[in-house]
T-cell receptor, first 112, second 113 residues
């Protein structure tokens, strides 16, 4: 069956450290993968997109990697801040499909 | 939340009642989507529309209906046939069906009395 799994429901890290979130997928052939941020009671906000032929993408303190052999994407936040505390969702678009498929999310808490 | 608005923020439904959730966008996007979010689950697609007067069922369309009479509006009706409607409902849009980034509204939380 098709699955998108994010490494854990919750992740706590100390301010200033690098947070690493994992997204693994099974039985998908993604054309690209996206990461969204969602704050409590709000809609998700797009952060980064990485295509199947790209290994890495960066945006300010954010970095995404994509390994189609391992069927995995890693999302890194460097020099983390308490304001980075939120739930992070990965979503993939499969070639030929009409919509995005979302993971369950990882709730990140950055401790001051 | 970009140029997408959803109303109301909270909605209460009585047994046997149909309720309609509003979604409006001023981004001039062709494609619009409705998702349902439950605790511990990813967003699940209810319906989507690629163009005015056209829409398709998503993974969990049973008990829901939509219309797309105007480009900027994509209302969702939760019918009495939906036996477990309590959830957080999110509307999204993208420039086209193939345009990757989806822009989400603030969501409507539906509760059953």
């Amino acid at each position: 069956s098709q699955k998108i799994e994010q490494n854990s429901e919750a992740l706590n890290i100390q301010e200033g450290k690098t947070a690493t979130l994992t997204c693994n997928y099974t039985n998908y052939s993604p054309a690209y993968l996206q990461w969204y941020r969602q704050d409590p009671g709000r809609g998700p906000v797009f952060l980064l997109l990485i295509r199947e032929n790209e290994k890495e993408k960066r945006k300010e303190r954010l970095k995404v990697t994509f390994d189609t052999t391992l069927k995995q994407s890693l999302f890194h936040i460097t020099a983390s801040q308490p304001a980075d505390s939120a739930t992070y969702l990965c979503a993939l678009h499969e070639t030929g499909a009409n919509n995005l498929f979302f993971g369950t999310g990882t709730r990140l808490t950055v401790i001051p | 939340d970009g140029g997408i608005t959803q109303s109301p923020k909270y909605l209460f439904r009585k047994e046997g009642q149909n309720v309609t959730l509003s979604c409006e966008q001023n981004l001039n996007h062709d494609a619009m989507y409705w998702y349902r979010q439950d605790p511990g689950q990813g967003l699940r697609l209810i319906y989507y529309s690629q163009i005015v007067n056209d829409f398709q069922k998503g993974d969990i369309a049973e008990g829901y209906s939509v219309s797309r009479e105007k480009k900027e509006s994509f209302p969702l009706t939760v019918t009495s046939a939906q036996k477990n409607p309590t959830a957080f409902y999110l509307c999204a849009s993208s420039m086209t069906q193939d345009q990757e980034t989806q822009y989400f509204g603030p969501g409507t939380r539906l509760l059953v009395l």
